[in-house]
């Protein structure tokens, strides 16, 4: 499979010391937070795929949905307006609905955008059926990606990624026996897994999901994985048993922050210099932090967790629960 060629790779791998003075363990960040600015985070990597995809298909309209602050929305309305594209944007409407954030970016690339109740978010296959052949109607040639870009396409981008983890290994000199990377619609978790499948490395792969409970976050990774294998002439076989979910850092769901969250997000800050964001790296990198205090993880000693991106999350209800509650 063939495809763009835009993100900033590799992406560096760098020490946190954040983790050794607690721990005797090594934890180091790949900061796929740095593939691009305005297309920042880990959905690029899908979009290097899908959006060949569509240019080979001749498509001139990018469709896709997602939350009202989704990245994956964001990084597609901006790759659109790069390669001259339209795009229309399928959004979970929120009551607060403020122009800020990612939803600001969508606006000011041009995107065209579609707001759903929760109630109409329920029909989305029907509307997203619906829209598309409006746009066949006027004249257009639409590409439906699916949500955050994962389908067994866009986790190819994951894919190539877990080889560029292996040359990075190389390099550096180190083997790292566990990667953590946070699991929202699984393409992500689902790249690097085919990876270590079809490389026989053996390393343990573990989603933090701030989306689903565990049962419901591996199915969606094997479908995922089952569809990769047309583009790798294999015949793997997946069961959601070997998919190793974590879902105890959901927290109060998906996009919601709690405070003790939040103070993990500005402590790391203060001692490492990265920011991680409130809907997804904030969670999987807490969640990580206590499955080592809690001593899991007994088998994990270099430990590579993926900093996914998301720092559009930061909106104002997130910086006011921070800093205005004292
Ligand atoms: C979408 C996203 C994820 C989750 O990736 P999936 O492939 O959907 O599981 C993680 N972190 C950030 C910042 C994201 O935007």
């Known amino acids: 499979m063939d495809k763009i060629m835009i993100a900033n790779l590799p992406t560096k791998i760098e020490k946190v010391h954040f983790f050794s003075k607690d721990f005797d363990k090594s934890v180091f960040i790949k900061r796929d937070d740095q593939t691009g600015m305005a297309t920042s985070g880990n959905k690029l990597r899908k979009l290097e795929y899908l959006l060949n995809d569509a ?8 469709i896709t949905n997602g939350g009202i602050q989704s990245n994956h929305a964001r990084a597609t309305a901006v790759m659109a307006a790069k390669y001259k594209m339209n795009s229309l944007l399928i959004l979970k ?12 970016f969508n606006k000011l690339v041009g995107s065209k955008i579609k707001m759903l109740d929760e109630q109409q978010y329920q029909n989305l296959p029907s509307i997203i059926k619906d829209l598309k052949e409006e746009l066949i109607d ?12 994962s389908n067994g396409m866009g986790a190819l981008g994951y894919l190539d990624a877990y080889y560029e983890i292996l040359n990075q290994e190389e390099q550096l000199g180190i083997e790292f026996d566990t ?35 565990r049962e ?6 094997v479908h995922i994985l089952e569809d990769m294998n047309q583009y790798r002439d294999s015949h793997f076989r997946f069961s959601a048993t070997e998919i190793n979910i974590i879902d105890r850092y959901i927290g109060l769901g998906y996009g919601k922050s709690q405070m ?28 990580l932090y206590h499955e080592l205090k809690n001593g899991n993880l007994q088998e994990s000693q270099n430990i590579l967790f993926i900093h996914t991106g998301g720092i559009f999350g930061w909106t104002d209800e997130k910086m006011n629960m921070l800093f205005d509650s004292m």
């Open 260 to 287: 003790n969250e939040l103070k993990f997000i500005e402590k790391f800050a203060q001692e490492e210099g990265i920011i991680l964001d409130p809907v997804y790296t904030g969670k999987s990198m807490y969640g």
């Open 216 to 221: 419901q976050a591996a199915r969606d990774i």
């Open 179 to 213: 990667i953590v990377v946070t699991n929202g619609s699984g393409g992500t978790y689902a790249g690097l897994f085919y990876g270590n499948k079809e490389s026989k490395r053996n390393k343990t792969i573990i989603g933090m999901s701030v989306l689903n409970q």
């Open 138 to 149: 006027s004249g257009h040639n639409p590409y439906v990606i699916p949500m955050g870009g």
């Open 55 to 62: 240019q080979n298909k001749k498509c001139d309209y990018l």
């Open 93 to 104: 409407e929120d009551k607060k609905g403020k122009t800020e954030g990612n939803l600001f």
